[in-house]
Nanobody
Framework: QVQLAESGGGLVQAGDSLRLSCAAS????????MAWFRQAPGKEREFVAG????????KYADFVRGRFIVSRDNIKNTGSLQLNSLRPDDTAVYYC????????????????????WGQGTQVTVSS
């Protein structure tokens, strides 16, 4: 199975930017869709952004509104989520996830479609 490890979280001020990374190891990373989810205290985990196996098909939650950019590098076995114009309500633990291998369709927005998850990285945005 594939192991995922997120990094890049931190404490920033409103309006700042962060770049989250998801490093994959173990099994092949390039033949899976990948997504980012987040979970704020007391709230359910929610979809943020996803990208298909080749990187040319992306999907975003409505609340992103052009502020975030999802990408991947299958040679380096990494995924990224660029967070711009951060707001206090973006505060959450951010998780990356992948589907089972061999899925070449568009990224899903539902968490149950993803089989492998990282441990998460905390993003805190102060006002």
């Amino acid at each position: 199975q594939v192991q995922l490890a997120e990094s890049g979280g931190g404490l920033v001020q409103a309006g700042d930017s962060l770049r989250l990374s998801c490093a994959a190891s173990g099994r092949t990373f390039g033949n899976r869709a990948m997504a980012w989810f987040r979970q704020a205290p007391g709230k359910e985990r929610e979809f943020v952004a996803g990208v298909n196996w080749s990187g040319d098909d992306t999907k975003y939650a409505d609340f992103v509104r052009g502020r975030f950019i999802v990408s991947r590098d299958n040679i380096k076995n990494t995924g990224s989520l660029q967070l711009n114009s951060l707001r206090p309500d973006d505060t959450a633990v951010y998780y990356c996830a992948t589907t089972h291998p061999g899925y070449n369709g568009p990224p899903y927005s539902t968490s149950r479609r993803y089989d492998y998850w990282g441990q998460g990285t905390q993003v805190t945005v102060s006002s």
